[in-house]
């Protein structure tokens, strides 16, 4: 049976190993949050050990497509995924849910560094991740796991999607919040808080997306993934 690698623990890489059907699905998850949601099938935690370990992963598990259904920001491991696949000639296929639309008033940055000096003294509830927290000096953090090591100034709210804008709209009013940062994440599990954030008036900053890599082939959907390997282009 062929073999069709999909990189992630996002929803959309768990869905994708639910839907793909007549191959061997194995899902990699990179271990960075502890008791991850697990995808049904074959799964694999933790690296590969650069684009050397995962070349010689495709090779040794006869790997005949891989799927880099990974999160937005995940440009690393992206980027190894094409390296390696370009080496080992497995074709990869992008699977990247669109981004959010842009509101009138959002204020768009290229890094967390400039999305914490765009805070200014204001108040302001992160929702970045517990990677590159150490960015701000202040504020209300949720995470889904604890950063390490702890971030001086900042309240870290531990806690885990999907969000209602109820409950957010609470948050916002019970941390007396007066700016919201967020990445360009998309997808409906998070985006409660951007709903809530324009209820309130509150204005939002948006850490625009690392670009992919040059000549890679990019789908936004599940179901255009499913297709892609269904039909062959992915040699599954």
């Not at 005949?64 to 920001?73: G, K, L, M, N, Q």
């Not at 992160?126 to 000096?137: D, E, H, N, P």
């Not at 939002?204 to 892609?228: F, S």
């Given at each position: 049976?062929?073999?069709?690698?999909?990189?992630?623990?996002?929803?959309?890489?768990?869905?994708?190993?639910?839907?793909?059907?007549?191959?061997?699905?194995?899902?990699?998850?990179?271990?960075?949050?502890?008791?991850?949601?697990?995808?049904?099938?074959?799964?694999?935690?933790?690296?590969?050990?650069?684009?050397?370990?995962?070349?010689?992963?495709?090779?040794?598990?006869?790997?005949?497509?891989?799927?880099?259904?990974?999160?937005?920001?995940?440009?690393?491991?992206?980027?190894?995924?094409?390296?390696?696949?370009?080496?080992?000639?497995?074709?990869?296929?992008?699977?990247?849910?669109?981004?959010?639309?842009?509101?009138?008033?959002?204020?768009?940055?290229?890094?967390l560094e400039e999305a914490a000096a765009a805070v200014g003294e204001r108040r302001a509830f992160i929702t970045t991740g517990r990677q590159g927290l150490g960015a701000f000096s202040s504020g209300v953090a949720r995470?889904?796991?604890?950063?390490?090591?702890?971030?001086?100034?900042?309240?870290?709210?531990?806690?885990?999607?999907?969000?209602?804008?109820?409950?957010?709209?609470?948050?916002?009013?019970?941390?007396?919040?007066?700016?919201?940062?967020?990445?360009?994440?998309?997808?409906?599990?998070?985006?409660?808080?951007?709903?809530?954030?324009?209820?309130?008036?509150?204005?939002?900053?948006?850490?625009?997306?690392?670009?992919?890599?040059?000549?890679?082939?990019?789908?936004?959907?599940?179901?255009?993934?499913?297709?892609?390997?269904?039909?062959?282009?992915?040699?599954?």
């Amino acid at each position: 049976m062929r073999t069709v690698l999909v990189l992630g623990g996002t929803g959309e890489a768990r869905a994708l190993a639910a839907e793909l059907t007549g191959v061997r699905v194995v899902s990699s998850l990179a271990g960075r949050v502890s008791a991850p949601r697990l995808p049904v099938g074959e799964v694999r935690i933790g690296g590969f050990g650069g684009v050397d370990g995962l070349v010689e992963y495709l090779r040794a598990e006869h790997v005949s497509a891989v799927v880099d259904a990974t999160h937005p920001f995940a440009a690393g491991i992206t980027a190894n995924a094409v390296a390696a696949c370009r080496v080992a000639g497995v074709p990869l296929l992008v699977l990247r849910r669109p981004g959010w639309p842009a509101e009138e008033g959002w204020t768009w940055v290229d890094s967390l560094e400039e999305a914490a000096a765009a805070v200014g003294e204001r108040r302001a509830f992160i929702t970045t991740g517990r990677q590159g927290l150490g960015a701000f000096s202040s504020g209300v953090a949720r995470t889904v796991d604890p950063p390490d090591p702890p971030v001086p100034g900042v309240e870290v709210l531990l806690d885990r999607g999907p969000y209602t804008v109820d409950s957010e709209l609470e948050l916002l009013r019970a941390h007396d919040i007066e700016v919201l940062v967020t990445k360009d994440s998309g997808g409906p599990m998070t985006a409660a808080k951007l709903e809530a954030a324009k209820t309130l008036g509150i204005p939002v900053i948006v850490v625009r997306r690392p670009p992919l890599p040059d000549g890679v082939e990019v789908v936004g959907t599940v179901a255009a993934a499913v297709e892609w390997v269904s039909r062959g282009s992915g040699g599954a």
